[in-house]
């Protein structure tokens, strides 16, 4: 592959990671948190609604992992990609 | 040792230790004013962001926002978390790469015009003051409650605390005094939460403890709060919302864009090492956050069911069942003092009756009762976290260790946008702009200067609220939103975006963020000037309100008619010359990152 093929191939499999990553961003908060939090509160976890869960507690726990999750597979991509630093 | 002087040795023995920290990272600096954070692990650069970011709003506000919005105020807590999400995945690698060090000297180059740049400092300025203003709001109660004085001399003490922390001292080295900050803060917020979950629901982390039951009872926690606010006329906490799920979802998405678009988070993410770095910086600065955040919503609701219940000790409705204000605990005579916490003896009868007045059915109830009306007159929110302690009866110890994490909350921040602010004047439009050939000494002065005049702006406007401190905050980050973000997003990830596109879509965006803004709450906030716009002016005028969204959120909607307005002219300006163009595709890329460089 010719170097503008690859950095285009690179942003092409970024872009598809980043799309995955803001879908489920978008689902814990504004979809179990916000839109589908009624029918969700009729589940109980413990003391907690589930739906209320999402909206103080589990929308931040996902997050985070999504965070780390997205940092490790670019981290992968720029690797076969040969487009790491050092 | 009593309270005070206990809380004087607290808090003194904090302020000691930054400022001996700043000393000696100053005394092992030798770089510059500007890289203060350059080769900082990201682990170290996380925490300090955490520091950083967490501010009186989200230190004293938050929990006493979510005590009496309950599930409403879960934007505050997916809005202030959800934008690191945002910035790990959209901005931060990138900006990281491009390798200068303030947002508007990337919007400056990449739209190839001093005009943007002009207009990337207005915006920023604008979002900066603001969110400091809600800062000085948080520093003025938890002076006033820590020195017993009233809110506005409060005020102007901590005034001059940021003035001698930010503009005399701090500059250098701030890092490493946010990073004791983050720990101190930290701690003064679980501590408190960790007890006051073990005495209501027995389990030691607050996280648990709210999805707990309340001790002996074999009722949970949230199932009894929902129960004793209902039955006093109060909205139902689990499932209530602030102004209806519209605004509530444009609200939440508001406060993630800002996050993402705040200036003085976004220049943290400049100085890692490398671009992977930035990355991982972001999951470390939320990592971090997350535990502040994740325990808010336990204070809250702890501390809702301490005070109803302070209150109202017995059934509603018999004589006994209200607190006579002569048995009240001591903190409640004590936050009086301040007058964030108000009580009028409306009936007479020498006992306190909380309740929800507006509520049709609770106060023809209440009248049946005796009762004349609710008798707290006033319960500020920001004094939740800071009484919580004193409701849960615990040691003074920590009551002291509280004021002193609500002010490395506000001081770690305040700092961090006032260096903003100043970089943003001296680097971005003296150096950049107006005056190329000023010295370093000069561009220092001048930084100190805007520093001085934005508190004194700040303080102002602290002894004006246009609300409590997180509904201030909340307008910085519509103003960030509408501004700063989709300017810097498209810039990335629109290779076509021209200067003229992205300058009127910055300038739509924020002007209509704007006009919405002062045509509900008034010019700069003071009320009687709406109605020159066509307003209302009063907070509870909400007939004008736009598809029901209130101001603070309307954020969102000024970033998508930045969007929109750019894309649009996009069509019919000249796309960007090649080697801009060459720019945004070597940005995407991570190989070649050089350490930053200052111009």
Redesign the interface.
């Known amino acids: 592959m010719s170097t503008p093929d690859k950095?285009a191939a690179?942003?092409k499999a970024?872009l598809r990671l980043?799309s995955i990553?803001?879908v489920i961003?978008f689902v814990v908060?504004?979809g179990f948190?916000?839109?589908l939090?009624?029918p969700l509160?009729a589940i109980q976890?413990?003391?907690?609604?589930l739906g209320?869960?999402f909206?103080?507690?589990g929308?931040?726990?996902v997050?985070?992992a999504?965070?780390?999750y997205?940092?490790k597979k670019?981290?992968d991509l720029?690797r076969q990609y040969d487009?790491?630093?050092? | 040792m009593d309270l005070q002087s206990m809380t004087y040795m607290v808090v003194g023995a904090t302020f000691a230790l930054y400022i001996g920290i700043a000393i000696w990272a100053r005394a092992a600096t030798t770089g510059e004013f500007y890289v203060a954070g350059k080769g900082v692990h990201p682990v170290a650069n996380g925490m300090a962001t955490g520091a950083d970011w967490m501010s009186a709003a989200s230190f004293i506000s938050m929990a006493g926002l979510?005590a009496f919005n309950g599930?409403g105020a879960?934007v505050f807590?997916?809005g202030w978390?959800?934008g690191?999400?945002l910035l790990?995945?959209?901005l931060a690698?990138y900006l990281r790469k491009f390798g200068k060090f303030t947002v508007p000297e990337f919007i400056g180059d990449r739209y190839y015009s001093q005009t943007a740049r002009i207009v990337a400092v207005v915006c920023l300025i604008l979002a900066s003051i603001t969110y400091v203003i809600g800062q000085m709001k948080g520093i003025g109660v938890a002076f006033s409650r820590f020195l017993e004085t009233d809110y506005d001399t409060g005020l102007f003490i901590g005034m001059g605390i940021v003035f001698f922390y930010s503009v005399l001292g701090g500059m250098k080295g701030i890092t490493y005094t946010q990073i004791a900050q983050y720990v101190v803060l930290i701690f003064a917020y679980t501590v408190p939460a960790v007890f006051i979950s073990l005495a209501i629901t027995g389990n030691p982390l607050p996280?648990?403890g709210?999805?707990?039951?309340v001790v002996g009872s074999g009722v949970?926690?949230?199932?009894k709060l929902d129960m004793v606010v209902t039955e006093l006329g109060f909205k139902d906490y689990?499932?209530s919302t602030m102004a209806g799920?519209l605004d509530?979802?444009v609200y939440?998405?508001t406060l993630m864009i800002g996050t993402a678009g705040l200036p003085h988070v976004i220049v943290r993410f400049f100085t890692v090492p490398?671009?992977?770095d930035a990355?991982?910086s972001?999951?470390w600065a939320?990592?971090f956050i997350?535990i502040l955040?994740?325990t808010a919503?336990a204070v809250g609701a702890m501390a809702r069911l301490n005070l109803m219940q302070t209150i109202q000790v017995g059934e509603v409705g018999s004589v006994e069942g209200n607190v006579t204000y002569a048995d009240v605990p001591q903190w409640f005579k004590n936050w009086e003092k301040t007058g964030l916490l108000k009580y009028e003896d409306k009936n007479g009868d020498g006992r306190i009756q909380y309740y929800n007045d507006k509520n049709p059915e609770m106060a023809a109830k209440a009248e049946s009762f005796g009762w004349k009306g609710n008798e707290m007159t006033k319960v500020d929110n920001d004094i939740m976290v800071l009484a919580n302690p004193e409701i849960a009866q615990l040691p003074n110890w920590v009551v002291a260790l509280v004021v002193a994490g609500g002010l490395a909350a506000a001081l770690s921040t305040a700092a961090g946008l006032l260096l903003a602010i100043a970089s943003a004047i001296s680097h971005d439009l003296l150096k950049g702009v107006f005056k190329p050939d000023i010295s370093e000494k000069n561009e220092l002065m001048a930084g100190r200067i805007a520093m001085v005049g934005a508190i004194l702006l700040a303080g102002y406007f602290g002894l004006h609220p246009p609300g409590f401190a997180a509904g201030t905050v909340a307008i910085a980050f519509g103003l960030a939103a509408a501004s700063i973000f989709p300017a810097l997003m498209m810039g990335i990830f629109g290779k076509k975006i021209g200067s003229t596109a992205a300058i009127s879509g910055m300038i739509a965006g924020i002007g209509v963020t704007m006009l919405y803004v002062f045509q509900h709450k008034g010019i700069m906030f003071i009320p009687d000037t709406a109605h020159l716009l066509g307003g209302a002016g009063s907070e509870g005028f909400k007939a004008n309100w736009f598809f029901g969204i209130s101001p603070n959120a309307f954020g969102a909607i000024g970033a998508a008619v930045n969007f929109a307005v750019a894309i649009a002219v996009s069509k019919f300006t000249a796309p960007p010359p090649e080697h801009i163009q060459h720019l945004v595709?070597d940005i995407?890329?991570?190989?070649?990152?050089g350490t930053a460089t200052g111009h």
């Not at chain 1, 487009?83 to 050092?86: A, F, I, N």
Request: net charge neutral; with cysteine; proline share 3%.
């Open positions: 950095a690179y942003w970024n980043l990553c803001l961003w908060s504004y948190g916000i839109l939090a009624e509160n976890i413990g003391g907690y609604k209320f869960w909206a103080q507690q929308s931040i726990y997050f985070v999504l965070i780390f997205y940092a670019m981290g720029d487009v790491h630093e050092d | 979510i599930y879960s807590l997916m978390t959800g690191y999400v790990a995945m959209l690698p996280q648990l709210l999805g707990g039951d949970s926690m949230l199932d689990t499932t799920k509530m979802f939440t998405l490398k671009v992977a990355r991982k972001a999951g939320l990592v997350a955040y994740t919503p595709e995407r890329i991570p190989r070649g990152a």
